[in-house]
């Protein structure tokens, strides 16, 4: 088992309401692995779509080897 950290940018659609974001990003960070912590760090416009929202996240994950 190992900790790994990463910095991953999400593109939220706007069919997520602020009451499933927190469902729906845990949901796109498992596919990196196990989260042990996790922080949003980053909300913005997205460039190409305003109406998608672009998620900076910062994750530890537990990763098995």
């Known amino acids: 088992m190992r900790v790994e950290f990463l ?3 999400l593109q ?3 069919t997520v309401y602020a ?3 927190r469902c729906w990003i845990l949901n796109q960070i498992n596919r990196y ?3 042990l912590r996790w922080a949003i760090t980053n909300v ?3 460039a190409f779509d305003e109406s ?3 998620i900076r996240v910062e994750v ?3 990763k098995n080897q």
Request: hydrophobic letters at 25%; charged letters at 30%; a neutral charge.
């Open 7 to 9: 910095e991953i940018d």
């Open 12 to 14: 939220c659609p706007p």
């Open 19 to 21: 009451k499933d974001l």
């Open 33 to 35: 692995g196990k989260p």
């Open 44 to 46: 913005s416009p997205c």
């Open 52 to 54: 998608t929202k672009s």
């Open 60 to 62: 530890v994950l537990i």
